[in-house]
C-alpha cells in the first residue's frame, strides 16, 4: 500500500507539472478566441483567430458549449472575445424585459467588464420550420390551433428567456416540446419523429431540406444582429490583433454566412479551411449555397479517427482520466477507511459522495468556471474527480468491513498497533475489492472525460461536439470509438493487475 500510494503522488506530482506547463506556454500574449457549439459559432471563431493571427498570436477555444458556458468563461477571463448575437445579449445575458439600443447594451454590460462591438453584417435570428408538405401552418399564430404537432426543440432555446418561454406566452402555445439537439434536429423532421424544429435563419439545411420557415407574425423575436462579446480590456491588451479584428464590421453578409454554413455541412469542409476561403478574396463566398457541393467528398470514418489530431486527443483524454482517479484515490481512499471504521459518519461520506455523482456535468462545468476562474484543464479535471469518487469510497469501506474480525484480534495479539493492523493486515486484505472501485472509476472516467470538449480541455469529446454540430456520425464514431477502445484497454490493465495479485496472495 505504501507503494501504491507513492506512485498515486509521483504521478499526480508529474501531471501537475505537464498541466501547468502547457498552461504557460497557452497562455501570454495570445488573444483567446471562444465560440458555442453549433456550427456558424466555430466558424465565426475561426474567422476571428486567423484575422488576428495575421497580425499577433491568437488560439480558438472552441466548441464551448451553450451560452451560460461560454459567458462564464468570459467573465472569468478565460477567453477574451466570442461572437454572439444582440437579441441574446439583450434578452438572455442581459435579462431585458424588451429589445434596447446598442448604447444601452454597452452601459449594462460595462460594469461586468464587458464590452459589445463589431457588427458583422448579418441578421440570424431565431425562427421555426416545419416540413414543406406540412399543412394549415403559415405562422405561428396557426401553432395554437395545432396542439397535436411534436415540436423538438433545442435545449437552450426551451430554457432562454427570448426561447420557448416567452415565446409560447405571447403566442398562447399549448405544446410540450422535446429537448432535441440542434445538430440532430433536421434529420429528427424529416424522419417524421418531430413535426416543428428551432432553426438559425442563416441555417444552410433549410434550403437543403426544403422547409418552411413560420411567419413570426406577432413580431416575437428580436434581431439578432452578430457581434463580438469582449472583455474591455481585450483591445488595450491586444491592440494590433484587435484591429484587425475591427476590420471585419460589416463584411458578412447573410448569404455569405449561409454559404459558409453550406460548405461545412453540407460540403464536409473544416471550419478552418472555411473561414481560410473567406479571408482570401481570390477564394471569398459570393452567395449562398443552392445545394450539396459538387466538390471533394467528405473524409470517411477511418481517415477522421486517424486524422493529425488523435495523438494529441489521445494524451489530452489519457492524461485527464489518470490525474482524476489518482486525485479520487487520494481522497476517496481515506475518505472510504473513515467510513469503515466511524460508523456515525458511514452514512453522511457515502451519502455526500453520492450526492456529487449526481450533479449534472454540465452544470457543474458552469459553476466550475466562475468558482476556478478558468476554463479547460483545471476545471475538467475537478468534475471528473468528484464523479470518480463514489465507487472508491464506497469499495474501500466494503473491502475493510469485509474484513474478518479475528483477523484483526490476531494482529492486536502479535502486537501490531491499530495504524500497522490497517496498513499491513486489513488493506491488503480489502486491496481486491479496493481495486475493483478504483477499476469502475477509471472506467466511467474514461467516458465522462468526453465532457472536458465543453470548456475547451480537449480529448474525444471534441469530435463528438463537432459531430453533433454537424449531424455528421463518421465524426461522432471518430470520438465515440478511440474511447471505447480506451475503457476496454483500461478495464483489461485492471483485471491483469488483479490477476497478478491474487497469484502473489
Known sequence: ????????????????????????????????????????????????????????????????????????????????????????????????????????????????????????????????????????????????????????????????????????????????????????????????????????????????????????????????????????????????????????????????????????????????????????????????????AQGPARLGLMAKMFDASLWTLTRQHVLLVLASVILACLVGIPLGIVAAFAPRLRQTVLALAGVLQTVPSLALLAILIPVLGMIGTVPALVALFVYALLPIVRNTCTGLLGVPQGLRTAAQALGLGRRATLIDVELPLALPVILAGIKTAAVMSVGTATIAAFIGAGGFGERITIGLALNDNDMLLAGAIPAALLALLTQGLFEAGERLIARRN
Open 1 to 292: 500500500m505504501r507503494t501504491f500510494f507513492a506512485t498515486a503522488l509521483r504521478s499526480l506530482s508529474i501531471f501537475t507539472l505537464l498541466v501547468g506547463g502547457a498552461a504557460t506556454a497557452a497562455g501570454g500574449d495570445a488573444l483567446r478566441v471562444g465560440s458555442k457549439r453549433f456550427t456558424e459559432s466555430y466558424i465565426l471563431g475561426e474567422v476571428l483567430t486567423q484575422t488576428a493571427n495575421a497580425q499577433g498570436k491568437a488560439e480558438h477555444r472552441q466548441g464551448l458549449g451553450n451560452t451560460a458556458i461560454v459567458l462564464a468563461a468570459l467573465q472569468a477571463g478565460s477567453i477574451d472575445v466570442y461572437p454572439e448575437y444582440m437579441g441574446t445579449i439583450d434578452l438572455e445575458i442581459l435579462k431585458n424585459a424588451s429589445a434596447s439600443s446598442l448604447d444601452e447594451m454597452r452601459a449594462a454590460l460595462k460594469p461586468m467588464g464587458l464590452g459589445v462591438a463589431v457588427p458583422l453584417g448579418f441578421n440570424n435570428t431565431y425562427a421555426l420550420a416545419m416540413r414543406a408538405d406540412s399543412k394549415d401552418v403559415a405562422s405561428l399564430s396557426d401553432l395554437a390551433r395545432q396542439p397535436g404537432l411534436k415540436l423538438g426543440l433545442s435545449h437552450e432555446f426551451i430554457g432562454r428567456a427570448d426561447g420557448w418561454p416567452g415565446l409560447r406566452q405571447r403566442y398562447g402555445l399549448p405544446h410540450t416540446p422535446r429537448g432535441l439537439d440542434h445538430g440532430i434536429a433536421y434529420e429528427a423532421l424529416a424522419q417524421r419523429q418531430v413535426d416543428l424544429i428551432d432553426i438559425y435563419s442563416t441555417d444552410a439545411k433549410i434550403r437543403q431540406y426544403g422547409l418552411r420557415v413560420l411567419k413570426d407574425d406577432l413580431g416575437y423575436f428580436p434581431r439578432y444582429d452578430a457581434m463580438l462579446l469582449y472583455r474591455l480590456d481585450a483591445p488595450q491588451r491586444f491592440p494590433t490583433q484587435w484591429a484587425a479584428i475591427a476590420r471585419l464590421e460589416g463584411r458578412i453578409s447573410a448569404e455569405q454566412m449561409i454559404a459558409m454554413n453550406a460548405q461545412v455541412e453540407l460540403e464536409g469542409k473544416s471550419f478552418a479551411a472555411v473561414a481560410k476561403n473567406w479571408l482570401t478574396p481570390a477564394s471569398a463566398v459570393q452567395g449562398p449555397a443552392q445545394g450539396p
